[in-house]
T-cell receptor, first 108, second 116 residues
């Protein structure tokens, strides 16, 4: 059974700081997705990572995938309040299996 | 483009009642799925479909039925509602999953269901 573990589950950080969210999974896969969910809203796609060593960046967010370590990271650079949301990774075996999510709060 | 449309947005049921959550997409996606979201548990897959006439069970299928008679629609039926089915339900679709697809899921706006 595939397990997808995210940590931390909750993250409070100051504006301007850097931090990394980790997504570990238990079965071989070369397809991993990151999603963002604002409170009370639906999920929207952030990144599609398709192979070992894949790196994608958008604004202050950068995602990477290490398929050998079964690990993906979502790095936040110089956080701003607008990044406050819950972030999910999903491993596509298929079908996609989601982690528990990381609730990020960026404090002024 | 409407994307993925879910109805209703909110629903309150009594234990034992049945109902159908509707999901429709206009993106010609072959893959459609239903997830439930509960606090601290992420999204858990209920049922999914890789095309019209094909459905399969996910992680938490008990108490739910699905069918896929058309590419566009993928309704989720609760047979006899229980308080444990109180949750937020999301329908999601994509062109496909696994190799060779690189298509993320497109989500509907969700249905908040309360069973009393």
């Amino acid at each position: 059974e595939l397990k997808v573990e995210q940590n931390p589950l909750f993250l409070s950080m100051q504006e301007g700081k850097n931090y990394t969210i980790y997504c570990n999974y238990s079965t071989t896969s070369d397809r991993l997705y990151w999603y963002r969910q604002d409170p009370g809203k639906s999920l929207e796609s952030l990144f599609v990572l398709l192979s070992n060593g894949a790196v994608k960046q958008e604004g202050r967010l950068m995602a990477s995938l290490d398929t050998k370590a079964r690990l993906s990271t979502l790095h936040i650079t110089a956080a701003v309040h607008d990044l406050s949301a819950t972030y999910f990774c999903a491993v596509d075996i298929p079908p996609p299996t989601f982690g528990s999510g990381t609730q990020l709060t960026v404090l002024p | 483009n409407a994307g993925v449309t879910q109805t209703p947005k909110f629903q309150v049921l009594k234990t034992g009642q049945s109902m159908t959550l509707q999901c429709a997409q206009d993106m010609n996606h072959e893959y459609m799925s239903w997830y439930r979201q509960d606090p601290g548990m992420g999204l858990r897959l209920i049922h999914y479909s890789v095309g019209a006439g094909i459905t399969d069970q996910g992680e938490v299928p008990n108490g739910y039925n699905v069918s896929r008679s058309t590419t566009e629609d993928f309704p989720l039926r609760l047979l006899s509602a229980a308080p444990s089915q109180t949750s937020v339900y999301f329908c999601a679709s994509s062109y496909g999953t696994g190799f060779p697809y690189n298509s993320p899921l497109h989500f509907g706006n969700g249905t908040r269901l309360t069973v009393t």
